[in-house]
């Protein structure tokens, strides 16, 4: 009796596969831990030619084939996204520690356009968060209230990454109209994120991304996961050895 139960469970999480897009607290994680988003933080833009980026420690060795991330819209104005540019840079560390020097991303490794149609989109959550474009500099706060989280899974040809070692996650949105911004966390890890704008043959040198009140560091909201496919692979073991001790 036990076999068809098992087997009805495993159909059940078949059929369930695009659910696995999405990704709640608690779920699997390969980095140092989810930099999850502050519900009261900030929204810095990252469209129109800016790209933010952050660090991450590896933890298990293996493709990056799942990225989720935390966005929002300036004062709640929700565009048509083009598509999002994900890229991982090696690391660059503080040649300084408590200097005026920072880490930043090094030698680009990997970089992808996603379209729409291969991010998954769905609401995270509410609060008073500010929006900050480090360019002018401009703030506001509060500026919008929703947040979305943004999940790319199952990425062909993925990047390799390498327990132990610390990558950054580069993100830029390029949309029709409207303004989007990475969320920040709640969460410090490491250095702060930075930013900067893409501009003919290249981009500005890289900028330290603080909270434009106090001052202090900014980290942004993302987690890299296990692929799901390997969870349903596993799965997919545990019905055969059923099916064969029948």
């Not at 930043?104 to 992808?112: E, S, Y």
């Not at 929006?131 to 989280?149: A, L, V």
């Not at 029709?176 to 911004?181: C, I, P």
């Amino acid at each position: 009796m036990k076999i068809p139960i098992v087997v009805g469970a495993a159909a059940a999480l078949l059929l369930a596969a695009p659910a696995l897009a999405d990704w709640d607290v608690g779920d699997l994680h390969k980095m140092h831990y989810p930099q999850l988003p502050d519900p009261n933080g900030w929204d810095v833009k990252a469209n129109y030619s800016k790209v933010l980026a952050d660090d991450w420690m590896c933890t298990e060795t293996g493709p990056v084939a799942d990225v989720h991330f935390w966005g929002s819209w300036y004062q709640d104005v929700v565009g048509p996204i083009r598509w999002f540019q994900v890229s991982i840079h090696s690391d660059i560390p503080d040649p300084d520690g408590t200097g005026p020097e920072f880490s930043k991303p090094g030698d680009l490794l990997w970089q992808r356009i996603f379209y729409p149609e291969e991010v998954a989109v769905r609401p995270w959550g509410t609060g008073e968060q500010g929006w900050y474009d480090p360019n002018i500099p401009m703030w506001n706060r509060p500026d919008h209230y929703q947040t979305y989280q943004y999940n790319i899974e199952t990425i062909v040809d993925p990047f390799i990454q390498q327990a132990g070692t610390i990558y950054w996650l580069d993100i830029s949105v390029e949309s029709n109209y409207g303004e989007w911004g990475w969320k920040t966390s709640s969460m410090h890890w490491n250095d702060d994120g930075v930013w900067a704008d893409y501009v003919p043959g290249g981009q500005t040198p890289w900028e330290e991304l603080r909270d434009p009140i106090t001052q202090e560091s900014l980290d942004m909201a993302f987690v890299i996961t296990p692929e799901p496919g390997a969870a349903l692979l596993a799965l997919s073991f545990v019905v055969i050895l059923a099916r064969r001790r029948r």
